[in-house]
């Protein structure tokens, strides 16, 4: 019997013996109470229970992490998956800080398309009653001052641009991103390294060994790590 013919009928067997199990622990519960199976995962990141991602048939299934979310930028969720995909499907550590490596060598090239770079962030209320001026609210009136209405509901799409004040300042609307500059350094710390860590940490490598590679340093650690 080949090896993946091996794994077939070992995780039937895993997953007859679950079923045993539920069916056990149901025929003792109140009628009103039932458990159910939801599946069988070969491997799983867990950070909380509500921030997890798990692999089924080949594709990631994920909660609460940034590649589900609108707020993080394309490129970032892309490589999170990339990294979760080698961690998950093929259990390759060496794979995925090489998926991180790949990102931070074309975001420091300034190749990076707008698309893969811009943010979605809804406007919750009134853009008078903010009271924390974030990206998201500079960014909608800097539309409003383009004539673009903007109301609570309203999905902004934005970029952060290289130049003076802080971040928020420099959120540019996607729609009139064209002649600046996107800021490599917002997309590497801000953005990916942040999405990267959080799952990272969790098999020993830290954010200051990310932080270490994308200045290119070579760590003792980082070495250790792989």
Known sequence: ????????????????????FIDYINSN???????EYEGFYRRGFFVSK???????????IAKGL???????????????????????????TDKAIEAVKKVLKKIKSGNVTPKDLRIHTQITKKL?????????VVAAKRLEEHGISVSKGTIVQYI??????NISQRAVPYEYIEGYEYDKDYYIHNQLIPAI?????????????LEDLAAGEKQQSLDAFF
């Open 160 to 165: 952060i641009v290289k130049g003076k004040g």
């Open 197 to 209: 860590s959080r799952i990272m940490n969790s098999l020993g490598y830290s954010k200051k060994d």
């Open 1 to 20: 019997m080949q090896e993946d013919e091996k794994q077939i009928e070992i995780e039937k067997e895993i997953k007859s013996q679950a079923q045993k």
């Open 50 to 60: 509500k921030r997890y991602a798990v692999i089924e048939d080949g594709e990631i």
């Open 66 to 92: 940034e590649l589900v979310r609108r707020d993080w930028a394309p490129i970032v969720k892309k490589t999170q998956e990339e990294v979760l995909m080698a961690i998950l499907r093929e259990g390759n």
């Open 128 to 136: 008078s009653d903010y009271k924390q001026i974030g990206p998201h």
């Open 29 to 35: 519960l109140p009628e009103s109470m039932e458990l």
